[in-house]
Nanobody
Framework: QVQLVESGGGLVQPGGSLRLSCAAS????????MSWYRQAPGKERELVAG????????NYVNSVKGRFTISRDNAKSTVYLQMSSLKAEDTAVYYC????????????WGQGTQVTVSS
């Protein structure tokens, strides 16, 4: 079964950095694009960053461009989100997500990791 396990969240001061990891299993990791989403309290979940299966292309929501970097290691079946120059408005639960095909498309989410930016 597909599993996505995020780690690396925590409390950080404004201007600080964190690196999130998402370890994947149960599917052919290198065959699918991966994404990071986040959900702040009282807000809808939003797409933060995405990466194609061989890292050819990445995309970011405007609010994180130049500060966040998504990457992946297909040998380790892991996707990363390097976050720098963190702001209070980056506070949210961060989720990794994949949609895979097996008798139809199915979307999977990790359990999420909390990122809190506060002084």
């Amino acid at each position: 079964q597909v599993q996505l396990v995020e780690s690396g969240g925590g409390l950080v001061q404004p201007g600080g950095s964190l690196r999130l990891s998402c370890a994947a299993s149960g599917f052919t990791f290198s065959s699918y694009p991966m994404s990071w989403y986040r959900q702040a309290p009282g807000k809808e979940r939003e797409l933060v960053a995405g990466i194609t299966r061989l890292s050819e292309t990445t995309n970011y929501v405007n609010s994180v461009k130049g500060r966040f970097t998504i990457s992946r290691d297909n040998a380790k079946s892991t996707v990363y989100l390097q976050m720098s120059s963190l702001k209070a408005e980056d506070t949210a639960v961060y989720y990794c997500q994949v949609s895979t095909y097996s008798n139809g498309w199915h979307t999977y989410w990790g359990q999420g990791t909390q990122v809190t930016v506060s002084s």
